[in-house]
């Protein structure tokens, strides 16, 4: 563990949460419920899940505001999620250790190092790069001219940034994603031929995003492909050419935005999600999962399905179509019986007539 | 070819079949039906393909057991997809070759590795690291600290084992695979911030694996990510974090599954498959390509759609989705009808009042 | 700019399209049209988009043949699109610089590699391996041995090429792409055990293709998987084994093709489409995206969906689908009323027997 043994009370003041017991209790680590031991803290996010608070071995226990009673020393808070998070990278964060530049990295020329840095053996890095304080570049990892890196970022093994990309400070980069690959732009000529179309901008990345491995972001065709501050992309995400994703957003795996694509700040998309080109999504607005985007979406949509619609009606539709095979057959009976009563009535009409 | 040629007296043993013809036969190669010729021997799964087993050049065929009369020396068997995979792993596998360790590759600090390796150039190996015997570390391969290896492991080019995982033996990852990538795991605070859950737990590969290229598995939060013995993933899939996935299951390109998922043994997801968050598959489920499943799943289910529902089931659904429109039209012509045989009899109903 | 200053007359002969204005302005580069100022050209694709075109700074525009009357110089072409493509390049266009092999990549034995060459630091090249003239190879790229690559080819950082595979001239490759990694094939043993089919084909990659960041083609069973000149394939796609692209087709992100797939000229699949084994798809089919081919499909089809049906028909169905719940409701409600009419009639029929 990277820090010392912690009073609960300073636990509970760092997370600004309610102390339930003896102040005094020493923690040393954290671990999930079932494992956790004397001398560690643990969590209960949810008491529905079943967690029985009385069955746990920790020294302490971070419960939410609804649970009044608890025996075991505790901090009581009205996120359990937000405080574990906190609590726990209190415990994990390791120290920067400035290894230096190794001797089996290769550098390029004019470029701008910080001696307190940690750039691993078989890192390339091209020209003219500039890099904040504390970086970290695994083994493996490309990072091509003319790249602006702030302070305190990681880029794991093999990851890939193209020439003249922007990475700001605090940014995560899991191994193979790769940042800066040309968009996909052709013009097709008469014989059917695609001519690429030159991809001269570049991609931003701003503070505090992390990018999940083997996510791929492309370059802009002109400006920038751009994710704002403190969003989060998982794994094999695709971000294809001028797309802007605004703050604070959440892309889950296997999601793609087409060339174009803008976001609000705060927006979530599920996992293979995809969104078509040039659609505005507005702040907030959540996709579940492997539904597909075709329109713009208000601030707070809510939406599933493909196309996306509205998730509560989708909610209603989807089940429907569950009982299509009944509908049918319901539908055929439905005919044969109108058939029936309207010749009934022909009948009676033609008498009439 | 890898080994000395064969008598097919010998390879029908091999596979438990039943000899046809010449036993004396000599066999030095395999290849398809279409291009073998004298000397090779092919096979026929499925006599409804249409192959002409006259027309082949092959001087034998592996058949299955409902082909009775056949003039070229063959081999009659219950599977003939599994003979051809013996038969050709017989005579296409290579001994393994000790190359060592190059020089050109990076080792670190308290390693166990045996002499009996082939580690490449340009592959980094971090501190404590332990491996079997006969593993090989094509080039761009990465091994973080701490990570075990097993017996007769093959990584491909730039494959990223994360810190402290686990590989089994006899496992193979193929190039770009990212195994031990941190979990997606954030609190979001007060004001929409996503604050990084730590990652703490590993990933565990079991004897026999196979992973794809470019496929993602993420560490657990606590614990471990886990893929059990002689299960089989395609390219470019996506694990979460503390996934489990039982033996011999297999797991198509782009498939996905969200964190906490646990699957049963011989399970089988189709290509683009996504899979909602702590779900369980039970024991040979099948999951239908592009299918999305947010339900737990009963052993041996087949299941189809978004959201996936029993394949029997949805094949008729979306035979009936395809005929919407018409059953709309319908619905509507129905409509008419009914409001005016309704307001025929109301009519009388009137007068009857 | 990696070229001069051209006069207008020059760049309007270049793309073949009308001058309108001084033929003898100088341009020096190319923009987007809200940034492009003075000695710089831009274009409007389509009026529609609502570009103004009085308030351009460039020093020239190039418009559709559409625009009759522009004050400013311009060139007017039937494909703005295509002629920008063309006037850009010449404008971005490098010279090929001849670095040779650089000391700290790693070249196998038996290699043809002309001088006129641009091979990275961190490059590992196997054995026998043939290149062209002014093959650019960026770092971390691992070409194995036995492969063929033609000329003018560019392959972007850990970009990795399977053992035995062809790559033809003027092919660019995106960064962490893997081209030969084996196909996902198995037989399964009585239980329930895959033991793998030996993937003996390569991938050859014709002319003129481009392939996108972190896509995988798989290496054939037999013979070879083959992407035909002039295709261009975008990030995260998937080739099975065996999989035949035609010429001048575009794969969208994440879409896949599994085993066997082949396809005509031309095709256009969407983002996240996925197609079954051994499906075939004629010339000109255009699969929108999110869709899932399980048919073949005839020349100039053009679907959607999943299952995918006739475009035109899945928009009806789609919209239908939305109303889903309305016809439940309705149908319920017709049904009461018909058995209310049917009971009266019913009534009356009893009366009769």
């Keep these: 563990m990277a820090c010392e043994k912690k009073r609960l009370a300073e636990l509970a003041a760092l997370v600004e949460g309610e ?16 494992s956790a031991v004397k001398g560690e803290i643990t969590f209960v996010a949810d008491l529905k899940r079943g967690a029985r608070l009385e069955e746990c071995k920790a020294s302490a226990i971070i419960v939410p505001l609804t649970v009044i009673e608890i025996s075991t020393p505790a901090i009581r808070v009205k996120n359990p999620y937000l405080a574990m998070a906190r609590i726990h990278t209190l415990f994990v964060e390791e ?11 290769v550098i390029g020329q004019d470029c701008h190092i910080p001696a307190e840095v940690a750039i691993s053996p078989l890192v390339y890095v091209g020209n003219r790069v500039r890099m904040g304080q504390r970086v970290t570049l695994h083994p493996g990892v490309v990072v091509y001219d003319d790249v602006v890196i702030g302070d305190d970022v990681v880029l794991y093994a093999n990851v890939t940034i193209g020439h003249g990309c922007l990475v700001g400070s605090r940014v995560i980069i899991h191994s193979g994603a790769v940042i800066g690959s040309d968009g996909f732009g052709y013009a097709t000529d008469g014989n059917g031929r695609h001519v690429k179309r030159p991809q001269v901008g570049v991609v931003q990345i701003d503070d505090e995003v992390e990018i999940g491995a083997n996510t791929c972001i492309d370059r ?35 999601s793609g935005l087409a060339g174009s694509v803008t976001t609000g700040n705060n927006v979530i998309l599920g996992g293979q999600v995809g969104v078509a080109g040039h659609i505005h999504l507005g702040d907030r ?7 597909g985007v075709h329109n713009n979406l208000e601030p707070g949509a809510i939406v599933s399905g493909m196309p996306a619609i509205i998730h509560k009606n ?14 049918v ?15 009934g009535k022909d009948g009676s009409l033609d008498k009439q007539e």
């Excluded at 607005?285 to 539904?291: C, I």
């Excluded at 057959?329 to 010749?343: G, I, M, N, S």
């Design 19 to 34: 102390l339930v017991g003896d102040p005094e209790v020493l923690i040393g680590g954290v671990a999930d419920f079932d």
């Design 95 to 105: 120290p920067f250790i400035a290894n230096g530049i190794d001797a089996r990295a």
């Design 220 to 254: 802009a065709t002109f400006g920038k492909t751009w994710v704002k501050r403190g969003t989060k992309i998982d794994n094999l995400v695709q971000l294809g050419h001028n797309v802007m994703v605004g703050e604070d957003s959440l892309l889950v795996a296997q």
């Design 285 to 291: 607005v959540m996709v579940a999962a492997k539904s």
């Design 314 to 327: 989708w909610l209603r539709s989807s089940a429907a179509y569950a009982k299509l095979p009944e509908m």
């Design 329 to 343: 057959l319901e539908l055929r009976e439905l005919r044969r019986k109108v058939a029936e009563l309207t010749k």
